[in-house]
């Protein structure tokens, strides 16, 4: 017998459903149960999921596509999200310096991204370790020199800087999330396919 075509379906008869997989997204994130089923739902031929499985979209596309469906709106977000963020920086640069304006741009938010995967405690965890640097860092420059029998302060920004360093450092080694990507692709079955055979 000779086949000259192949169509593939998507998991629940050979592998897991992709539906047990939008179901542990939603309990992980707190969302209801079925809702991205709900969503896509109200337009089953051109939702978002149904246009990624078609190849019309690839991962970065499907993201702002979901967005949209679900009323938010990630273009005009992001670029006042990227303005915001290049006014501070040129402030930022001007009045403190460059080494004190990177660290606090990166290690405060990529210690804040190990310790959960949810936005409002991720932000305030950012926050947290932000300030925990800013005060830590100007308390060892100026008075840290001192207690080891120097005359002089420390770099105040090189300290801040330090601290937010080891900060990020501890939650590399120690954050609950150090793991997540490599322990989430693991422990899901992936999504494939039962093959048809179409002669």
């Known amino acids: 017998m000779q086949h000259d075509t192949v169509i593939f379906d998507f998991g629940g008869v050979v592998t897991s459903s992709p539906f047990e997989a939008f179901n542990r997204l939603e309990r992980a994130r707190g969302l209801p149960k079925d809702f991205i089923r709900k969503v896509n739902a109200l337009s089953p031929d051109d939702n978002a999921w149904a246009r990624f499985e078609r190849a019309e979209i ?6 702002a596509a ?6 938010a709106r990630p ?3 992001g670029l006042a999200l990227i303005v915001m963020v290049a006014v501070v920086a040129v402030m930022a640069f001007d009045a403190v310096g460059a080494i004190i304006v990177i ?7 990529g210690a804040a991204r190990l310790m959960t995967d949810r936005l409002v405690p991720q932000l305030l965890w ?15 420059a100026a008075w840290g ?7 002089s302060s420390a770099s105040a920004a090189g300290m801040i800087a330090s601290v ?8 590399c080694l120690f954050g609950p999330k150090r793991r997540g990507i490599r322990m989430a692709a693991t422990s899901q079955a992936p999504i494939s396919a039962p093959i048809t ?3």
Not at 66 to 71: D, K, L, R, T
Not at 103 to 109: L, Q, R, V, Y
Not at 145 to 151: A, E, S, T, V
């Open 145 to 151: 020199p001192l207690w080891i029998g120097m005359r």
């Open 75 to 77: 273009a005009p977000v």
């Open 66 to 71: 979901f967005a949209e469906s679900v009323g």
């Open 164 to 171: 937010s360093g080891m900060i990020l450092g501890l939650a």
């Open 197 to 199: 055979l179409v002669r």
């Open 126 to 140: 950012s926050v947290t370790f932000a300030v925990l640097a800013a005060v830590l860092g100007y308390v060892l």
């Open 58 to 63: 690839d991962s970065a596309g499907f993201d």
């Open 103 to 109: 660290a606090m741009f990166i290690c405060p938010a």
